[in-house]
């Protein structure tokens, strides 16, 4: 199975930018996805393809990467975005999900 | 707007059985391959099983294989997760979930029900 490793945490201030990594075991290509989840409530996704925003999500989340190196970056942070976001790989099966990111507010 | 509903979570006792039910709307079911992703309390997410547009094919984790059974009825838009011999460690969050494709990438998880509690106790 393909692992992703992300950092636990991260603690940003609000109006700054919050670069979360995610590496894979081997290569995806693009076939990485990243979702979000606030306390409580269901994932939802946020960028699929490595970098394409999905349907009504701001443009201030993004994302890059390909092979086993992914970034997705929030900029400006905003109070409304703490959650967990995990990246999630569709290259091989089983599909797997990074452990998550837990994003704070300094 | 497409809609996912889940229902038939609960307490169960170890051994025992449970179906879960997944109401779709908004969209035509048959057209896409649904999934269920389970997530443990305080843990992260874990693809369980996934079933083809048309029931033909379907794929477990190695975990749940010969215990659970996914399905559908695309007449009534209706996903199921018939788990079996139930373990402690499948107590968790089950999330009934829809693909997309936009012609390129295939998203597997593309969007989610809020989730139905299953929790294997005595």
């Known amino acids: 199975d393909i692992v992703l490793t992300q950092s636990p945490a991260l603690a940003v201030s609000l109006g700054q930018r919050a670069t979360i990594s995610c590496r894979a075991s081997?290569?995806?290509?693009?076939?990485m996805h990243w979702y979000q989840q606030k306390s409580g409530q269901q994932p939802k996704l946020l960028i699929y393809?490595?970098?394409n925003l999905a349907s009504g999500v701001p443009a201030r989340f993004s994302g890059s990467g390909s092979g086993t190196d992914f970034t997705f970056t929030i900029d400006p942070v905003e109070a409304d975005d703490i959650a967990t976001y995990y990246c999630?790989?569709?290259?091989?099966?089983?599909?797997?999900f990074g452990s998550g990111t837990k994003l704070e507010i300094k | 707007e497409v809609q996912l509903v889940e229902s038939g979570g609960g307490l169960v006792q170890p051994g025992r059985s449970l179906k879960l039910s997944c109401a779709a709307s908004?969209?035509?079911?048959?057209?896409?391959?649904m999934a269920w992703v389970r997530q443990a309390p305080t843990k992260g997410l874990e693809w369980v099983a996934s079933i083809t547009n048309s029931g033909g094919s379907t794929y477990y984790r190695d975990s749940v294989k010969g215990r659970f059974t996914i399905s559908r009825d695309n007449a009534k838009s209706t996903l199921y997760l018939q788990m079996d011999s139930l373990r402690s460690e499948d107590t968790a969050t089950y999330y009934c979930?829809?693909?997309?494709?936009?012609?390129?990438?295939?998203?597997?998880?593309?969007?989610w029900g809020q989730g139905t509690l299953v929790t294997v106790s005595s």
């Open positions: 908004g969209f035509t079911f048959s057209n896409y391959y």
């Open positions: 979930t829809r693909d997309d494709y936009d012609g390129y990438y295939h998203v597997p998880f593309a969007y």
């Open positions: 081997e290569s995806v290509r693009s076939s």
């Open positions: 999630q790989q569709s290259r091989n099966d089983p599909f797997t």
């Open positions: 393809g490595a970098s």
